[in-house]
């Protein structure tokens, strides 16, 4: 098996800015810069995402600022009988499935409560008044100096998980994983961004809670500084890894991850809802969601026509999925776009491609129905599975398909399939990636003990069923297509359905392959090759070198870049899958994201 020096932790470095880090030197760095501000009466706000350990915050400051009033902005908050109503019909009562929240933050506190915390503070004596927790900002209109505890949402549900935290404003983290989960990414994810972005040019400092007992504190100038050189440059994301029921062996190895684990299923390297970017101040790394670079600089990143179709969401994302020495995974579909705008609230849907960066011989995906296939029977036959426990033949119903490294497999929304298995795969698809309707789960059980929650109804709305073994070979299978060649390089197109937006091109080289965004953000992979590095010809940035496996993300702003064999990779023909979006007029008009 291949190896590789994947960086599981990219930095970014940072010059001419500093960073404080401890709660003593924290708190301390906060009351000397209230100590310059010669005012009677100062506020303090300290706003938290969701997630973030308000508590500890409030109490590490009030040690060292001796407030004359500290007030918890949770305390203002509605009952918790309030919140889950104001949110009932977000969260709903599917399993797996909400409805995207349009609601305000404003909306889950109490006027009452909040008009009696201003009271207070008008009548507390002279001195610091300090207010922290998610909200703090609505408690008075112009703070003296306001700081912003951000939090990565890998590391909330890492939280989730060790039910140290729980939903907006209910202490409800005894809840199971799956509930808090799909609260947070249908309800308080959303309301905690909206509000943030209303906040992010107010920044007087940035406080990263994301490792327990180890903060750290930059200025609000310091991150923007961070955040436009980010969007400048090729850079990657923090990645991510967790195990699940059908996980293999494959990513510990090429990604040095834990052995004693007993599987890893997912490696999502390049999801940059989720993930988190990793900035190195002198001695100091600071780790913060990569969303704040897509709400700071959506055109830069994205590029214009790209942010006008999606507005400030990245609309693209690589993952791996390893099944080496593993199983299958679920048998499933992904929903439609206009099933997931009525159902979910969703502008657009899960078109998907997989590209096998690495199988054994035995490897193998189910792909699209057989072409003698009887909707009926297949449901009826799904349907015992999951009521009665009975088996599912899935290959009297669903094409088999042998495969073999580098090839590549598109999966417009509406088809059945699942990687079987004795591969890896590279997904690349597009972002609302938690839109998976489970066909069939094998009769195993979750890594929990429990059935994973199948979506029969909602998978037998959506299922394409003309969409049988020779459309399936002559559409969505190998639709490779050489594009363009130059000295020591090749260009193919691998991947564009006419359904979906995003297109893929591999480019294979033993020498420089000029790129060029063309004015859309590139997200790529390194699928063969030891090593190469990415350059500037006008040298506008640093050289970036990737090792085998990484993704990394080429901003729409960056134009002309270029990719040649680098250390290791010298002498190897190398290769890349980049992956951009496409925008033409009928894509706008059939995606564009409405921000009313």
């Not at 002198?282 to 942010?307: C, K, N």
């Not at 693209?316 to 999925?321: E, G, S, W, Y």
């Not at 096998?356 to 015992?384: C, I, N, S, T």
Request: proline content about 6%.
């Amino acid at each position: 098996m291949k190896k590789s020096n994947y960086d599981k932790y990219p930095e970014i470095s940072i010059e001419g800015h500093t960073c404080v880090a401890g709660w003593e030197a924290i708190a301390e760095t906060i009351a000397s810069r209230m100590a310059e501000k010669p005012l009677a009466r100062a506020v303090v706000v300290v706003e938290c995402y969701h997630g973030v350990y308000s508590q500890e915050i409030l109490a590490q400051f009030a040690a060292v600022l001796q407030p004359v009033l500290t007030l918890d902005a949770h305390a203002t908050l509605k009952s918790e009988k309030q919140i889950n109503e104001l949110v009932r019909e977000f969260v709903t009562d599917d399993p797996v499935f909400g409805y995207m929240a349009p609601l305000p933050l404003l909306g889950f506190f109490d006027p009452q409560k909040q008009q009696a915390a201003q009271a207070e503070m008008e009548q507390a004596a002279p001195g610091v008044i300090l207010i922290v927790g998610t909200g703090a900002s609505f408690l008075t209109s112009a703070p003296d100096l306001l700081v912003y505890a951000d939090m990565p949402r890998w590391e909330i549900q890492l939280r989730f998980r060790r039910a140290e935290v729980g939903s907006l404003g209910v202490p409800n983290r005894q809840e199971s994983f799956a509930y808090l989960y799909k609260r947070a990414f249908f309800v308080d994810w959303r309301v905690c961004d909206r509000h943030k972005k209303t906040l992010m040019d107010q920044w007087d400092y940035v406080l990263d809670t994301t490792v327990p007992a180890t903060p750290k504190l930059i200025t609000g100038a310091a991150l923007q500084d961070a955040l436009r050189q980010t969007v400048a440059r090729p850079f990657r994301v923090v990645p991510f890894f967790d195990p699940g029921p059908w996980g293999g062996q494959w990513l510990k190895d090429v990604c040095d991850l834990d052995r004693t684990e007993h599987n890893f299923a997912w490696g999502f390297d390049c999801v940059p809802e989720e993930n988190s970017l990793l900035y190195r101040f002198g001695e100091h790394a600071v780790e913060l969601p990569a969303l704040d670079l897509v709400f700071s600089h959506p055109r830069e990143l994205l590029g214009e026509e790209v942010f006008e179709a999606f507005g400030d969401e990245f609309p693209i994302r690589f993952d791996f999925l390893d099944t080496m020495e593993g199983g299958n995974l679920s048998l499933q579909v992904h929903p439609l776009t206009e099933y997931m705008r009525e159902k979910f609230g969703m502008p657009y849907t899960q078109d998907e491609s997989y590209y096998m960066l690495d199988a054994r011989d035995d490897a193998f995906v189910y792909l699209g129905l057989k072409e003698d296939v009887v909707p009926e029977r297949m449901m009826q036959e799904l349907e015992a599975a999951q009521t009665q426990g009975q088996h599912f033949e899935a290959e009297d119903h669903v094409e088999k398909w042998p495969i073999k490294k580098h090839d590549h497999v598109l999966i417009p929304a509406g088809t059945v399939h699942c990687s079987g298995a004795n591969s890896v795969v590279l997904e690349i698809s597009a972002t609302p990636y938690i839109f998976t309707f489970k066909l069939w789960d094998w009769n195993r059980m979750g890594l929990d003990g429990k059935p994973r929650p199948i979506s029969l109804e909602h998978g037998k709305q959506v299922i394409q069923w003309d969409r049988t073994t020779e459309w399936t070979r002559n559409n969505i299978i190998n639709q490779v297509q050489p594009v363009a060649a130059g000295d020591g390089w090749r260009e193919e197109r691998t991947g564009l359905d006419e359904n979906s937006f995003i297109e893929t091109r591999r480019h294979w080289f033993t020498k420089t392959v000029p790129h060029d965004t063309q004015g859309v953000v590139n997200v790529l992979n390194l699928v063969e090759g030891a090593e190469a590095i990415v350059e500037s010809p006008t040298q506008a940035f640093a050289p970036f070198v990737v090792h085998y496996a990484e993704t990394f993300i080429v901003p729409a702003v960056v134009g002309a870049y270029s990719i040649r064999p680098y250390g290791a990779g010298l002498g190897q023909e190398c290769a890349t899958l980049k992956a951009s979006v496409r925008t033409p007029l009928h894509f706008n008009a059939k995606y564009s994201i409405l921000n009313n």
